[in-house]
């Protein structure tokens, strides 16, 4: 039976775990440009950290279990006290 493909979700412009999840949602794994680097979730923490790009595109069409890579900034922080 043949795996049909996935398209792609918009991730720019979304926190770090908010496209994490969206995407595995959909059955994509989100890494970060160099995949066979630190892990995204040791790059993105602590604080708060948005896509500010990825390949492929947003609309492409992939296999089920494909890398969508990103590009991301560590955002400003809201004035929260954070945890303590």
């Not at 896509?51 to 400003?76: D, N």
Request: proline fraction near 8%; charge should be positive.
């Amino acid at each position: 039976m043949a795996s049909t493909g996935v398209r792609v979700p918009q991730l720019v412009g979304l926190p770090v775990r908010e496209a994490r999840a969206l995407a595995h949602e959909r059955g994509l794994v989100v890494a970060s440009k160099d995949i066979d680097g630190p892990p995204l979730g040791a790059l993105t923490w602590p604080g708060t950290w948005g896509v500010v790009g990825q390949e492929p595109a947003s609309g492409a069409v992939i296999a089920r279990g494909e890398y969508v890579r990103i590009k991301f900034r560590r955002l400003p922080d809201d004035g929260g006290e954070g945890d303590r």
